[in-house]
């Protein structure tokens, strides 16, 4: 038994296909397969029920796996130690990023890292927040950043930093011109949001007092908040953004954000590991360059605004 095959195994269970796990592994399909079947021969017990789709571990794989989990992790534990020591900061990280943060946050955050730290490679993905819950929970990402007290699963989130909400409405609109804004004063006829899934969608909402299921007059399936500013421009809507955007509309359209009447309009920007990710010092690499995009970039952008 090696650490190669549990690793293997793992792929497999995770991704339900030997085809994609081998990709995942940057192998071909037949020498995962052989990997596998060699464990199993060892073990004179299947660990993968291969007649199904996507395939599953049997009852006695899924023991496997849960401490083959618990070996992967042992592991890399002490490659970490002796790196640290030493130290080093190396390998790959997978890390999961929501949409309504990626386009805002990644450009710093990966030119500041790759420059301090060269020899760490990275795998980005943009996921909703239940994706990134499901992905922590099967080893597919290690470290995620969203926004905080969102997930109906119960993570361990650590909090970064928050995020204040504006108002961003239509030259066109009523509101436009106000100095600041209350929740319960915007027509939720006229507010646009982001699709089922986003989760800053349910953040507005709740600041607006509005319900879930209201009738907006454009709902953006994977949309994107540039998509929504875009659409205010040409008609006489309204949504809201967070901070971390503002640097990023020109400055001729500033003076349609406008801030909110109470405090509390904002979103906790948080970060989770995978409860299985051993690389302390990964993480805490990784913290260390949000925080100084979080300082640097976007505490000057209430300066921003007219």
Known sequence: MTIVQLEYLLA????????????????????LSTQISNLENELGVILLDRGTKPIVP?????????????????????????SSMRGELSGKLRLGV??????????????????KHPDVKFDIYDMHTSDIVDALSRDVIDVAILSGGQSEVKIKETELFDDKLYVYVSPENEL???????????????????SEGNCLRNQVLKLCRAKKDIDSPFNFINGSLENLMYTVDRTSGITIIPAMAVGHIPEDRRRQIIPFGRAGAKRKITMAVAPT????????AVRESV?????????LSEFFIP
């Open 58 to 82: 049997t009852e006695v794989g899924q023991a496997v796996l849960e401490q083959a989990k618990l070996t992967i992790a042992a592991f890399y534990n002490t490659k970490e130690r002796v």
């Open 176 to 194: 436009y011109g106000r100095r600041e804004i209350l929740g319960e004063e915007i027509d939720v006829k006229k507010l646009l949001l982001l």
């Open 98 to 115: 929501i949409p309504t943060i990626s386009p805002y946050l990644m450009p710093g955050f990966v030119t500041r890292f790759i420059k």
């Open 291 to 299: 925080m100084a995009v979080a300082n640097e970039e976007f505490a």
């Open 277 to 284: 990710y051993v690389r302390e010092s990964l993480v805490s």
């Open 12 to 31: 497999v269970a995770n991704h339900g296909s030997f085809s994609t796990a081998a990709e995942y592994c940057f192998v071909t399909q037949p020498s």
